[in-house]
């Protein structure tokens, strides 16, 4: 069973950078961030693949946003720069085997961390 570990929420002021983390036990795995703001559904962040290759972004994320990966960790990261009000939410790591592609759809994925929450403030 893979359990996923996120860390690195918080309030930050609206401009600023925070990075997450989400760690993974057992295999490597390719793996996608979302997040989920208050009553709202939850939508598609970043993913990136095992290889660290086939990234992609939300368009609204694009350009402020950096996903990446240390598979010797078996950690993936997002690094949110110029953060934004409407970047508030619950953000949730999740996994797909490797031998899949790095989907941006939510039901593609098997696992799913606890979420950890990112408050920007204007």
């Known amino acids: 069973q893979v359990q996923l570990v996120e860390s690195g929420g918080g309030l930050v002021q609206a401009g600023g950078s925070l990075r997450l983390s989400c760690t993974a036990s057992?295999?490597?795995?390719?793996m996608g961030w979302f997040r989920q703001a208050p009553g709202k559904e939850r939508e598609f962040v970043a993913a990136?693949?095992?290889?660290?290759?086939?990234?992609s972004y939300a368009d609204s994320v694009k350009g402020r946003f950096t996903i990446s990966r240390d598979n010797a960790k078996n950690t993936v990261y997002l690094q949110m720069n110029s953060l934004k009000p409407e970047d508030t939410a619950v953000y949730y790591c999740?996994?797909?085997?490797?031998?899949?592609?790095?989907?941006?759809?939510?039901?593609?994925?098997?696992?799913w961390g606890q979420g950890t929450q990112v408050t920007v403030s204007s």
């Open positions: 990136i693949r095992w290889s660290g290759g086939s990234i």
């Open positions: 057992g295999r490597t795995l390719n």
């Open positions: 999740a996994a797909r085997p490797s031998s899949y592609s790095a989907s941006r759809l939510e039901r593609d994925y098997d696992y």
